[in-house]
């Protein structure tokens, strides 16, 4: 039976039952290399539920997005390893209440990015994908290849220290994969951090020139629910409204360190953004960073305190004792 | 207008050099990253016109996504210089030249509403009015394009000066305007006369991408039809998925809102203009603090009701031009094609 199969199951399940009164999973959208979000409430439908390595949104964002909708209902969400840990991550900040939630996990394989993808079909449109776990399979008008999962893999699922979601009410498939060591996840990071400060600098001009402000990492961002964000405010303005880098980079500067310790690193920012901007490296530099210095990560256990909130005296204090 | 000629492939590099020694020329460009934006170029490296579609719209170039349109200080106005020279655009494919023709109807001079005192954008007539656009006919259109919905075609000619054809050794490059015939007398050392096989070669690849197109659905009457829904609850289910983000009407070729603002030190700074997006909840904000388009609701469907109401009704066509790009872009997979058949079909079905 796939993961697949005992979603739509479990979702006719628990929407028959009453136990909950929506499901958020994944559905076929219109592009076969993206599944897109799907909101279940007729048992009868909860057969349009799909799970593979397509479906990369996730779906903690809308917890936050239109509160209308959510806040004292009984929702059952599917879940994979990242998008457990940002409603935890929410719990963990009182913006979703635990037992309104039915976490339906789903053991993940890790998610492609279509731009690998693309990448592997040469350009040519890819009509039909199917995930067949270690590999892939691409088809389009004239042309079928099969390509290894590894290559089309996102950057936040390679590396990936917890793709079996925790802490669910339900985990549909076998968790299958040893936590990866921190090392690859570590990689990008520290490679970027041997370059010279010109390199950096450069490099960071380069991926952040390509930044057109639509803001689509903020809003697919679970961690991003700021009634008002900073952005979005003109008086006062905090920040300028073109795209030149002082503007770009205080928007993914503020926006990297406001998510400090509170990004799962589930990698939705860059496969939403529409040019291309590698949004992960700086959010896996903070949580490197975070789980350095507190040794804690985010949405590993909604009963704790949220990592930026809480204060241990045995802290490393060195920017303030020197 | 004068007929068609034949550039070789072989020659494009040339070609685009020459132009390029008297003109700013932009084109598909690829990146190492696999995406192909339009860029400035010197010649043919680098030169992608395979592509189906650029990732954004090429309307970035004549309007970008922010621009100065003038600094001041306490002595007044200090207006911004516009280079002024010419502007010639490579491999622009039908709808995005579509869309720039759309954007003319509200920037510059090419609607006139009975009545109405023509405003024309100077920044935008400043290159636009420059620009002398090389279509490409689309060999094979993707799965999300959509242009024969509304008025398009693979090989549409609105808005291109050139339309360029490619025959695999070579290019078949048709006049459109005048302002495309002048261009090319400028280049005929680099062209030969097209034969009639050629036309004849160029013909069949536009009417085979055009029958590769679906045929479009009924939409007569959209326009009122929409004023008709307006209120129906069906748009609460439409707008669901929707995280508000502004990438589709980023990319779109057509979505042209902007926001204002003034960047003061002392009594000393710049206005900027930059593109805005209905999408966001700040674009409708007022003073006060009320927000008539609050809901995200009420803002996918403002998308919708612009696009296929409002502007016909102010402009006289659509405001789409079907690339598509808003279908492939959007990361959580809204599709406005299955929007407005939803809309349409459930308007039937109501007997509207």
Not at chain 1, 216 to 241: K, L, S
Request: negative net charge; aromatic residues 8%.
């Amino acid at each position: 039976m796939t993961i697949g199969s005992e979603l739509r199951d479990t979702a006719r399940r628990l929407l028959s039952e009453g136990t909950v009164e929506l499901v958020i999973g994944w559905r076929r959208g219109s592009r076969p290399t993206a599944a897109v979000p799907a909101f279940v409430t007729d048992p009868e439908e909860a057969g349009s539920l799909v799970f593979d390595g397509t479906c990369g949104t996730n779906p903690a964002v809308y917890f936050t997005r239109d509160r209308r909708q959510y806040s004292g209902r009984k929702v059952g969400v599917a879940v994979k390893g990242c998008d457990a840990r940002a409603v935890l991550q929410l719990v963990m900040e009182n913006q979703v209440v635990r037992d309104d939630v039915v976490l339906i996990g789903v053991a993940c394989p890790g998610v492609l990015d279509r731009r690998r993808v693309a990448l592997a079909a040469c350009g040519r449109e890819i009509l039909e994908l199917e995930d067949r776990g270690a590999e892939v399979m691409l088809r389009g008008a004239g042309f079928e290849t099969v390509v290894r999962r590894e290559d089309v893999l996102s950057d936040s699922c390679r590396g990936c220290p917890h793709p079996d979601p925790g802490s669910v009410d339900l985990l549909l498939g076998t968790p299958r994969r040893e936590a990866a060591s921190g090392e690859e996840r570590e990689r990008r990071v520290r490679e970027f951090e041997a370059l010279p400060p010109a390199g950096r600098w450069e490099a960071t001009l380069r991926e952040y020139g390509k930044c057109i402000r639509c803001y689509a990492c903020r809003n697919v961002c679970p961690a991003c629910y700021c009634e008002t964000c900073f952005v979005d405010q003109n008086d006062p303005r905090w920040i300028g409204g073109t795209c030149e880098p002082t503007d770009t980079l205080i928007f993914h500067l503020i926006r990297n360190l406001h998510v400090a310790g509170r990004c799962v690193e589930c990698g939705a920012c860059a496969r939403a953004c529409p040019t291309g901007v590698d949004l992960l490296l700086l959010h896996r530099k903070v949580a490197v960073e975070v789980l350095e210095r507190f040794r804690e990560e985010a949405g590993m256990d909604a009963g704790a305190r949220p990592i930026m909130a809480s204060f241990r005296e045995d802290e490393r204090q060195e920017f303030i004792m020197g | 207008m004068s007929t068609a000629v034949r550039l070789d492939a072989t020659s494009l590099d040339r070609f685009l050099r020459v132009l390029a020694d008297a003109r700013e020329v932009f084109a598909p460009v690829a990146a190492t990253d696999g995406r192909v934006e339009f860029a400035r170029v010197r010649g043919g490296e680098g030169v992608d016109s395979s592509r189906m579609l650029t990732g954004l719209s090429p309307k970035g170039l004549f309007f970008p996504e922010a621009e100065v349109l003038f600094r001041y200080d306490r002595g007044g106005i200090l207006p911004v210089e516009s280079p002024g020279g010419p502007i010639a655009v490579w491999g622009m494919r039908g709808c995005d030249a579509r869309g720039l023709a759309l954007l003319d109807r509200v920037f510059g001079s090419a609607f006139q509403k009975p009545g109405d005192e023509r405003f024309e954008d100077p920044y935008w007539k400043s290159r636009y009015d420059r620009a002398t656009i090389f279509g490409t006919v689309c060999p094979a259109p993707l799965s999300t394009c959509f242009c024969n919905w509304f008025g398009g075609s693979p090989s549409s000619t609105a808005g291109i000066d050139v339309q360029a054809t490619d025959l695999g050794e070579a290019w078949l490059l048709s006049p459109v305007t005048a302002k495309g015939a002048e261009l090319l007398m400028t280049v005929d050392d680099l062209l030969s006369p097209a034969t009639a096989r050629d036309v004849e070669a160029s013909r069949e690849i536009a009417l085979r991408a055009q029958s590769a197109l679906p045929p479009p659905p009924s939409l007569e009457g959209l326009e009122d039809l929409l004023t008709g829904v307006f209120h129906e609850p069906a748009w609460e289910g439409i707008a669901a998925p929707c995280v508000q983000c502004g990438a589709c009407t980023f990319s779109c070729p057509t979505c042209h809102c902007f926001d204002i603002q003034d960047e003061d030190r002392n009594g000393r700074g710049r206005r900027i203009r930059a593109w805005d997006s209905c999408m966001f909840g700040i674009f409708t904000r007022e003073a006060s603090g009320h927000n008539p388009r609050a809901l995200s609701t009420q803002r996918v469907r403002q998308r919708v009701m612009h696009k296929y109401s409002y502007f016909p009704g102010n402009y006289g066509e659509m405001l789409c031009t079907g690339c598509g790009r808003c279908v492939s872009v959007c990361p959580v997979g809204f599709d406005i094609r299955n929007v407005l058949l939803e809309l349409v079909s459930g308007a039937e079905g109501e007997g509207r």
